[in-house]
């Protein structure tokens, strides 16, 4: 079955100083990952998504993932963190396909706060 | 495009009575997913349409349904309310015709429900 962990609830951040969020995941099948951010009261941005290819993916405002098949991970990363990147984030896995559709499988969120 | 939108925003209701709950998917979208959000669960998957049909239901009691209009438009109904069934309620949307697992789904802003 397909399945995801965000093994860390909050993570805090220095302004300026790279930002991580890890992700782990469970899958039968071709791994097909997404990261989601929300802020209050709001619904889910989608940031960025891999299918197939590079290893490193990049998304938007600056985020990239980096997909591991042996350690099973797609971890979110950022160069250097803003203040307004504090968020809730979620990685999602694709599940299994019935009659074509799919839903998303997503971990418990990681709360990130970045302090000036 | 214009993105995804639910209406009402946020809704207050009291046990036993019943809720309906509306999405507009980005046009030219056909599939229509409901998820929930709360704090102990996390966001769960409740159910997928496309072009009026369900193909896919998560794991919710009867009480919950839903259903898809001709125009892609979607609407969810949770009748007999219980306290528990205070959340965020999210739709997504995407193209859906492709069955494609990476196919990403855009979100709307949710309905938030107080169930008193």
């Known amino acids: 079955a397909q399945s995801v962990a965000q093994p860390e609830d909050q993570v805090n951040v220095a302004e300026g100083n790279p930002l991580t969020v890890k992700c782990t995941y469970s899958v039968s099948g071709n791994p097909y990952l997404f990261w989601y951010v929300q802020y209050p009261n709001r619904g889910l941005q989608f940031l960025l998504k891999y299918i197939t290819g590079d290893n490193l993916v990049k998304g938007s405002y600056g985020f990239e993932a980096e997909f591991n098949k042996s350690q099973t991970s797609f971890h979110l990363k950022k160069p250097s963190a803003l203040v307004s990147d504090s968020a809730l984030y979620f990685c999602a896995v694709r599940g299994p396909i019935y009659n074509q559709g799919g839903k998303l499988i997503f971990g418990q969120g990681t709360e990130l706060s970045v302090k000036p | 495009k214009a993105g995804v939108t639910q209406t009402p925003r946020y809704l207050i209701k009291t046990r036993g009575q019943q809720v309906t709950l509306s999405c507009s998917p980005i046009?030219?979208?056909?599939?229509v997913s409901w998820y929930q959000q709360t704090p102990g669960q996390g966001l769960q998957f409740l159910f997928e349409?496309?072009?009026?049909?369900?193909?896919n239901k998560g794991n919710f009691p009867g009480r919950f349904s839903g259903r898809q209009f001709s125009n892609s438009r979607s609407e969810m109904n949770v009748s007999t309310l219980e306290l528990g069934d205070s959340a965020l309620y999210l739709c997504a949307s995407s193209s859906g015709t492709s069955g494609f697992q990476g196919e990403t789904q855009y979100f709307g802003p949710g309905t938030r429900l107080l169930v008193l």
């Open positions: 046009s030219g979208h056909r599939s």
């Open positions: 349409y496309f072009s009026e049909t369900q193909r």
